[in-house]
T-cell receptor
Framework: GDSVTQTEGQVALSEEDFLTIHCNYS??????LFWYVQYPGEGPQFLFR?????EKGSSRGFEATYDKGTTSFHLRKASVQESDSAVYYC????????????FGTGTRLQVLP | EAAVTQSPRNKVTVTGGNVTLSCRQT?????MYWYRQDTGHGLRLIHY???????QIGDVPDGYKATRTTQEDFFLLLELASPSQTSLYFC?????????FGHGTKLSVL
């Protein structure tokens, strides 16, 4: 079945560092791809999505580009802040299967002041 | 903003116990989902539904039943709870693949 792989379980950075969190997917066709963010004690929140090759999604300074060639949707941010500390989830939507949405294992980002 | 309410927020039961987790959404979304969240596994889909009376099987359905009684209400049932079902459970609703999550129910099975 469809799946999402996030290779980094945890990332620790200092403020103003550049962030990359890797996301690769396995699916047929053109699934929709998403990033969600989860703060402590809350449910995950939608960050942004992309639904076709080379489309860039972005929000709050974060961005990712849908790359069908490498089956990737890596999350990047040029300069992280302490308030960005959270867990980030990559996800895909299987449009051929009644909106089934599958998540990766998540990456915990800790930004040190 | 979409509103998804889960109850209870915390639940403790014993092995073999009967548990029902409730979820209500007030946005008239067609799709609703139940996920469990565990360290090292992220969010795993248990069951989902695209309308009252409909049920779709997710990726980790064993030991769980679900029922969508109305557009608003989606229930997750554990009829013989086991310690392996100790987890944080999230409900979500969606209209166009963007999910809106509740705050979660922490379930402990002793």
């Amino acid at each position: 079945g469809d799946s999402v792989t996030q290779t980094e379980g945890q990332v620790a950075l200092s403020e103003e560092d550049f962030l990359t969190i890797h996301c690769n997917y396995s699916a047929s066709g053109y699934p929709a791809l998403f990033w969600y963010v989860q703060y402590p004690g809350e449910g995950p929140q939608f960050l942004f999505r992309a639904s076709r090759d080379k489309e860039k999604g972005s929000s709050r300074g974060f961005e990712a580009t849908y790359d069908k060639g490498t089956t990737s949707f890596h999350l990047r941010k040029a300069s992280v802040q302490e308030s960005d500390s959270a867990v980030y989830y990559c996800a895909l939507g299987d449009r051929s299967n009644t909106n089934k949405v599958v998540f990766g294992t998540g990456t915990r980002l800790q930004v040190l002041p | 903003e979409a509103a998804v309410t889960q109850s209870p927020r915390n639940k403790v039961t014993v092995t073999g116990g009967n548990v029902t987790l409730s979820c209500r959404q007030t946005n008239s979304h067609n799709y609703m989902y139940w996920y469990r969240q565990d360290t090292g596994h992220g969010l795993r889909l248990i069951h989902y539904s695209y309308g009252a009376g409909n049920l779709q099987i997710g990726d980790v359905p064993d030991g769980y039943k679900a029922t969508r009684t109305t557009q608003e209400d989606f229930f997750l049932l554990l009829e013989l709870a086991s310690p392996s079902q100790t987890s944080l459970y999230f409900c979500a609703s969606s209209e166009s693949e963007r999910l809106f999550f509740g705050h979660g129910t922490k379930l402990s099975v002793l």
